[in-house]
């Protein structure tokens, strides 16, 4: 299986190309506001350097938010565009939140967004505790403070946490396989959780 890993839902543009089942290009940047500007370039590069062709792919990998309200788009909308104009490339879409935490382990994963609130999720191996929401930055610490035993994923900078960084591409990749395929590639929307 041939996939095309894509995610801009944050402050990173992330990028990963899988060859037979094998992650054999990743790139991962923070680029805050100039993903839309080398999302495509970026995606050339790789092209040129693993010599794959986006016919080559089986599917595409992307994330669909939450996130920055311009970042979800970029990414979702290139990985649209590309399975519209082939139709032999599947879509699936991973929740952004979800793709920085490790699969079969208890994580807490969080995002900033902005005005003193987070966007969260909780999973207990493969058991979803807690949807994509949003909470207040202090209902989420208070979250964290009371599930000591979860792992706490995610740019934490903004909640006063130092955590290891987190590789999106390798999160897109691990979680690929347990991801369906969307049947209606027209109706796929970004997932905004307005409030």
Known sequence: MNSLLLDSSAQDLSIGIVKN?????????PCW?????????????ALQETG????DFDEIVCGKGPGSYTGVRIALTIAKTICVMDENIKLKLVSSLL???????KFISVMNARSARSYVCVYDGKEVEVQDTIMTNEEVLNYINAHKEYEVVGDCSY?????????IVEGLFSFKDEIEEEKDIMVVKPVYLKD
């Not at 089942?21 to 940047?29: G, M, P, R």
């Not at 794959?52 to 016919?55: S, W």
């Not at 920085?100 to 382990?105: I, L, P, Y």
């Open 159 to 167: 909640l006063g946490l130092e955590k290891e960084p987190f590789d």
């Open 52 to 55: 794959m062709e986006i016919k």
């Open 99 to 105: 793709i920085q935490g490790t699969k079969n382990k």
């Open 33 to 45: 506001q100039r993903q839309s500007e080398l999302m495509i370039p970026e995606l050339e590069k």
């Open 21 to 29: 089942d094998e992650l054999i290009y990743q790139v991962c940047f």
